[in-house]
Structures are given as structure tokens and as C-alpha cells.
């Protein structure tokens, strides 16, 4: 059910099975699945997962390719209800390891806001990343073409960016690496640096040999109209006309909340096995926050393996938990699982 | 586009990127990626995925808990046909490995048969399973359950099953082991051999325990109507009424065209990398058919890891494929992927 203030205390006094930091693919795939196995879960969004900005997915198998991000983040959110999944909006600032448990501090309310102490067995972070966007004086001019045809994932949308006039956005000489990978896709290539990093001799002498444009002068703004742009214009005065764009700027990692765990990270994203366990044997990763792509599809994938390896945790440690009791609730305590039969029979 | 045995000539001579065995979830999303790298690609399909069978696909993140599986099947289809990826109904007979590139022999049509060699420079085998069945006089009884309430994977449909009364249908005792598992979900569970197998002692001991029902006849038919079985009847003429049931009998997997390639299995499914990459460089095994769970969702981002792993092999060899030819296509010879990169940009 989804939590508000007023209704909060009964729940805050719950352990719940398993809690998920993030309301995105991967945590709301993770709570389906974790219902269906009979799991009390509670996800805590914060809003506006990296996917609610992304206005057509066009890699989905099963949704037809100009469907919105947020659409699929809406039908998760109804089917994880669904299936009496507790539901909050709210801000995770602190999770603390009790030992059997774990102590999430979130805070909920923007105005006004109040604390509250949720317990939970196991925790998912589910809470992905947000593209650091191009910095310029009036944000709202970025906002209107981010996600449309200015694209922040040469994976999803190099093809969209097909033959075209391709700017690339990048915050240091490393970040414009990718332009080099979009060559697949367009050799009409020109590159900003917005005025905000130096540019070696190598990297100058490799876009020369490709043909590519290097724009070093600031950006005062993106043209365009209906969320559609057509070029920059620069501190000069002078306009880059250009049809699309891809910002490689590095992203923000939303993983504030576990800095008093001990966790093995590569590059900003936490180290998982193949369910998605981290270094911290009730603590899983998934989506873009652990090591690998960044694709929603993959992000659906990792939440179905992390709560299906907690499933098995507890079904191994507890034995069933159907809601008659009348059996007994030992019987799989010695039950070593058999991994043909699991591969039989899921 | 549909490939028709009239207009078959012309791309039996291309040699395509890559072939990929099999139409299901797992084949579907890996051709959508491929064609969106622009890549080309040929999906040969023998029809009746293991999905399409599947009356509701109550786990798949961003479609209603009511969506069958021949419905995200369809939608594949249509999606990857108008990123204009080749598609052939046809049997994958043999796949022989030419150094550069694979020969695949295809079998087209029922009666009457063509054959046809199709080349290609990688593989990905998606070519699936299918559960075996209980094998009664009369099969359409089975068909007429089998996928509604009589269910073939506990981690599907485990939930639907809770607190229900269960049959679990196996092919021999350790089949039975999943029975185990259901007690998760319901206390109310039914074994049945059919008659074709013994049980021991021990295993007799542990239903015992569990208060789980053994029946050792064999299974004359399934009772029931509008696909929604109500029980067994047995040898005897006496009948176990059911709520549901659990076939847990193995499957048969579709990998003989691959016998002539010596690739690493574990207990019938391919063993791959994290990019799902088999024991061979060019073949990558996605879906049912590799290591791993079997579920839609996990199937569908095995494609999409498929897909780019062979994407980045093709470019780090290529350098670019944009329809213009104006730059330098060895640009990318010498450029070592940066795997940071590649994660921000991805």
C-alpha cells in the first residue's frame, strides 16, 4: 500500500523482510518479485527515477518503441500495489547494520519534514544514478531538450542519432571518449567542451583524422523548439547548427545512504556476484548503480536474480510461509537446494 | 523483413552479422539491439516459443500481470521487423563452424521441405526449452491445462499457487524435490510417479513429515473444464481433486544443431560469460538455454547483453558503420575500449 505521514507508525514498527532503496525498473521488478514469494517489502522512492526522464524506450522487448519511461515506471508501481508491496515517498539518508537487521533512516515531506526509522532483514539499493547535465546559466533551457533528442546513452540512442549532425557534450578530455563510439553511428561529429577543460594534442590530432569538429568556446544556450534542438549557440554569438546530441558527463551515483557499510565498489558502482549480492551477504545491487549496463531492460532482469537469491536465503533459513501453519516449518532446514532441480523448475 | 521461401535466394548469399537461433524472448530482444547497432541480422524460428505458451506472464515489469506471452512475443516480432531485421520461419538443423563465419543449414517448410544455408559471422543460440509433460493416452487433456493452472515453473507461479490444493507432477524422484519448495507457498500438496518411477524410503519419510500425499498409480486424466483443471483421475477409477498443480518433469533442450561445436555445458544448459559468451568467441547462448534462471524478463536482458558484447567486438574490428563513407573507418582500430567510459555512455 502506498505509506502516507499519517499512517506511518503502524509500518515503521515492522521488519520487514526485504527493503528497496529507489523506485525505478529495478527496484519496482525486484518488489514483484519479492511479493510473489510471499516477502513483506517496502520500496522508498524519491522520485523521478533516471528512467522517468527517458521520453521513448525504444529497446523494450514487449512495449512498443515510442513508449515513455514514466509509463513503465507507473505500470511497476500498480502491479508492485498490487500485490500489497508497502510504498513510500521518501529520502533514505542513513542505513545502519544491526546485525539481523538493518536501520533505514528516511526522510519523508519536502517542507516540514519528519523522520522515520524503518527495520527490514535485507536491503536492495535500487538507487541508481542521475547524468550530470551541461551547467549553463538558465538550467531550464537544458531541461527542455534533455531526453528528447539530447540523449544521455549512446547504447539506447545511437541509433536515433543515425547519419546525423551529433553534438557531443563532454566535462574532461576522458568524457569525449565516446564520441569515437558514436563514430559508428554518424561521422558528422563536432565536440564542446563548454569551456571547462583543456584538450591535449593527441585527442586534437585523433578528431582531425576522423574529421570531427572541437567547439572549446563556453555555451550560452541550446535552440530549438518543442523539446526538439537544433544547434548551440556560443559565447561568440556565432551558432553550431546541429539535429541531435549526446552529454557524456560523468553521473551522480545515489548511494549516500550506505557510506557507513563496507562495500566493494569499481568506479563509483558497487561490486555484485551473479544474483546481485554485494561484498555484504544481505545487502544486493541492482540496476545502474552496480557494475554493468545501464539499459531499464537489465535493470527488470537484476531485480527478478537479487530477489530471488533472498527468496532462497530465507526460504532456506525459515522453510515455508504459506499462511496456514499447520505443517512443519522446519521441513527445508536441511534441504541442501539441488541447482538442476531450481533449473528445472523455474 | 519476413523471409519467404520465394524470395529466400538473395539472402542466402549475404553474410550477415549475426544469425541468431530462435524467436523467443531472449532471440527477440537480442535481434532488436543487433539492428539498432545496425547490425545485420537473421532470427530463424521454428515457432511456439516456451513463452507462448504461457497464458499470463504475471512478473514482466511494465506490461499488466494479465499479459500473455504470446502477446510480448508479437510485440518483439513487430518491433525488430521495423528496425528491418531479416526473419525466417524455419528448423535449425546444423551450424558448422568455417573460421569467419558459421554455415547454418535451415529446413523450411513442413511438408515438402526446402533446404536452405544461411551464413553468418557470430551466433546466438536462443533457441530455448520445452518442458516435458505427462505422458497420458490422451495429450490434448494435458495441452488443455498445461500453461492455465497446471504450471511448469515454480518461481512464476508459485504465488498463484498459495494455499492451494497442488499436485506435483515428476519424472523421477529427485523431480520431486520441488515439492519442497512449493510447501513455501501452500501446506496442500499431492505427489504424483504416474507409475513410472519408484520412490524410497527416505523420500516416503520426509512427505510424511511434511504431511504431503504420495500417489503411486498412474494418472488415467485430468478433470476439469475452461482449462481449469480440477483434479486427477487415476487407475483405479478414484479421483484427487486439485486446485492446481506443478509439472516438474525436466526439458528437452533445442541445441542439437550445435552438436558438431564443442562448447562447455553444465547438466544441459551452455555456460557463458557475464556478456553471455559460450566457451566459443562467436557464439553467445541467451534465455532458457544458458546457465541460469528462466524467466522472461532475464531472458529478454541476456539479449541486450548479447547483442552489445558482439556490437563492441565488430567495432573495436570495424571502426564505424554510419550509411556514410566519408571518414576514416579504421578510426577505431587502435582505441582501447575504457570500460569507465563505456559505463558513463551506456
Same mark, same amino acid.
Given at each position: 500500500m502506498q505509506l502516507r505521514k499519517q499512517t506511518l507508525k503502524s509500518q515503521s514498527k515492522q521488519i520487514y523482510d526485504v527493503l528497496v532503496v529507489g523506485g525505478g525498473a529495478a527496484g519496482l521488478s525486484a518488489g514483484i518479485y519479492l511479493q510473489r514469494y510471499l516477502l513483506s517489502t517496502l520500496i522508498i522512492d524519491k522520485g523521478?527515477?533516471?528512467?522517468?526522464?527517458?521520453?521513448?524506450?525504444?529497446?523494450?522487448?514487449?512495449?512498443?518503441?515510442?513508449?515513455?519511461g514514466r509509463d513503465v515506471l507507473k505500470q511497476g508501481k500498480e502491479h508492485y500495489l498490487s500485490l500489497e508491496g508497502d510504498y513510500l515517498n521518501g529520502y533514505v539518508e542513513e542505513v545502519i547494520d544491526e546485525g539481523e537487521t538493518f536501520a533505514v533512516r528516511v526522510r519523508i515531506g519536502r517542507n516540514n519534514p519528519t523522520y522515520e526509522v524503518f527495520r527490514s532483514r535485507y536491503l536492495i539499493a535500487a538507487s541508481g544514478i542521475i547524468d550530470h547535465l551541461p551547467k549553463l546559466n538558465n538550467m531550464q533551457n537544458v531541461f527542455d531538450y534533455a531526453g528528447y533528442n539530447l540523449h544521455v546513452c549512446l547504447i539506447c540512442d545511437g541509433y536515433e542519432m543515425r547519419d546525423k549532425r551529433a553534438g557531443v557534450f563532454g566535462s574532461s578530455e576522458s568524457s569525449l571518449e565516446v564520441a569515437f563510439s558514436l563514430g559508428w553511428f554518424t561521422p558528422h561529429i563536432t565536440l564542446f567542451t563548454n569551456g571547462a577543460f583543456e584538450v591535449t594534442d593527441e585527442l586534437r590530432e585523433r578528431l582531425h583524422t576522423n574529421n570531427y569538429q572541437l567547439v572549446e568556446q563556453p555555451i550560452t544556450r541550446f535552440l530549438g523548439k518543442n523539446h526538439q534542438m537544433t544547434g548551440v549557440e556560443i559565447a561568440d554569438g556565432s551558432v553550431v547548427e546541429l539535429d541531435t546530441g549526446l552529454i557524456s558527463m560523468g553521473s551522480k551515483y545515489h548511494?549516500?545512504?550506505?557510506?557507513n557499510i563496507d562495500l566493494e565498489y569499481q568506479s563509483g558502482n558497487l561490486v555484485t556476484d551473479?544474483?546481485?549480492?554485494?561484498?555484504?551477504?544481505?545487502i544486493f545491487a541492482v540496476g545502474d548503480?552496480?557494475?554493468?549496463m545501464n539499459q531499464v531492460v537489465i535493470a527488470a532482469a537484476d531485480g527478478a536474480l537479487a530477489a530471488t537469491q533472498i527468496w532462497r536465503d530465507i526460504r532456506r533459513s525459515e522453510g515455508n510461509r504459506h499462511?496456514?501453519?499447520?505443517? @512443519?516449518?522446519?521441513?527445508?532446514? @536441511?534441504q541442501v537446494d539441488n541447482p538442476n532441480l531450481t533449473k528445472a523448475s523455474a
Amino acid at each position: 500500500m502506498q505509506l502516507r505521514k499519517q499512517t506511518l507508525k503502524s509500518q515503521s514498527k515492522q521488519i520487514y523482510d526485504v527493503l528497496v532503496v529507489g523506485g525505478g525498473a529495478a527496484g519496482l521488478s525486484a518488489g514483484i518479485y519479492l511479493q510473489r514469494y510471499l516477502l513483506s517489502t517496502l520500496i522508498i522512492d524519491k522520485g523521478k527515477a533516471r528512467s522517468f526522464w527517458m521520453q521513448e524506450l525504444h529497446n523494450y522487448l514487449g512495449l512498443p518503441p515510442d513508449t515513455p519511461g514514466r509509463d513503465v515506471l507507473k505500470q511497476g508501481k500498480e502491479h508492485y500495489l498490487s500485490l500489497e508491496g508497502d510504498y513510500l515517498n521518501g529520502y533514505v539518508e542513513e542505513v545502519i547494520d544491526e546485525g539481523e537487521t538493518f536501520a533505514v533512516r528516511v526522510r519523508i515531506g519536502r517542507n516540514n519534514p519528519t523522520y522515520e526509522v524503518f527495520r527490514s532483514r535485507y536491503l536492495i539499493a535500487a538507487s541508481g544514478i542521475i547524468d550530470h547535465l551541461p551547467k549553463l546559466n538558465n538550467m531550464q533551457n537544458v531541461f527542455d531538450y534533455a531526453g528528447y533528442n539530447l540523449h544521455v546513452c549512446l547504447i539506447c540512442d545511437g541509433y536515433e542519432m543515425r547519419d546525423k549532425r551529433a553534438g557531443v557534450f563532454g566535462s574532461s578530455e576522458s568524457s569525449l571518449e565516446v564520441a569515437f563510439s558514436l563514430g559508428w553511428f554518424t561521422p558528422h561529429i563536432t565536440l564542446f567542451t563548454n569551456g571547462a577543460f583543456e584538450v591535449t594534442d593527441e585527442l586534437r590530432e585523433r578528431l582531425h583524422t576522423n574529421n570531427y569538429q572541437l567547439v572549446e568556446q563556453p555555451i550560452t544556450r541550446f535552440l530549438g523548439k518543442n523539446h526538439q534542438m537544433t544547434g548551440v549557440e556560443i559565447a561568440d554569438g556565432s551558432v553550431v547548427e546541429l539535429d541531435t546530441g549526446l552529454i557524456s558527463m560523468g553521473s551522480k551515483y545515489h548511494a549516500d545512504y550506505l557510506k557507513n557499510i563496507d562495500l566493494e565498489y569499481q568506479s563509483g558502482n558497487l561490486v555484485t556476484d551473479k544474483m546481485n549480492r554485494t561484498s555484504h551477504p544481505r545487502i544486493f545491487a541492482v540496476g545502474d548503480l552496480k557494475v554493468g549496463m545501464n539499459q531499464v531492460v537489465i535493470a527488470a532482469a537484476d531485480g527478478a536474480l537479487a530477489a530471488t537469491q533472498i527468496w532462497r536465503d530465507i526460504r532456506r533459513s525459515e522453510g515455508n510461509r504459506h499462511s496456514s501453519k499447520a505443517t @512443519n516449518s522446519n521441513s527445508l532446514h @536441511n534441504q541442501v537446494d539441488n541447482p538442476n532441480l531450481t533449473k528445472a523448475s523455474a
